[in-house]
């Protein structure tokens, strides 16, 4: 299971951190990855991570604003938004991908909204 929080109204230029909690103690084994989808929009992906950290990879669109991190101690993974754009507005995903390649469990998301 799966259960993103931190999601909230902020302004554009403003910064904003997620959270990403698993239930599962193999987490630490898991690729993560953060998706959003936008009013009116398909789901894309934000950015993911390896199991162990050590890899990340983003969408141009957040590249340098957003970093992706996760603490398998505490089985939680994180995404740091900056410079908050107004479209970025979107509920936001976590989810877990067992093998390294489709993502296989999902979180219920977390509204993030960006006012101008």
């Known amino acids: 299971q799966l259960v993103e929080s931190g999601g909230s109204l902020v302004q554009a230029g403003g910064s904003l951190r997620l959270s990403c909690a698993a239930s599962?103690?193999?987490?630490?084994?898991?690729?993560m990855g953060w998706f959003r989808q936008a009013p009116g929009k398909e789901r894309e992906f934000v950015a993911t991570?390896?199991?162990?950290?050590?890899?990340?990879y983003y969408a141009d669109s957040v590249k340098g604003r957003f970093t992706i991190s996760r603490d398998n101690a505490k089985n939680t993974l994180y995404l740091q938004m900056g410079s908050l754009k107004p479209e970025g507005t979107a509920v936001y995903y976590c989810?877990?991908?067992?093998?390294?390649?489709?993502?296989?469990?999902w979180g219920q998301g977390t509204q993030v909204t960006v006012s101008s």
């Open positions: 599962e103690r193999t987490f630490g084994s898991y690729a």
């Open positions: 991570i390896s199991w162990i950290g050590g890899s990340t």
């Open positions: 989810a877990a991908s067992v093998a390294g390649g489709a993502y296989d469990y």
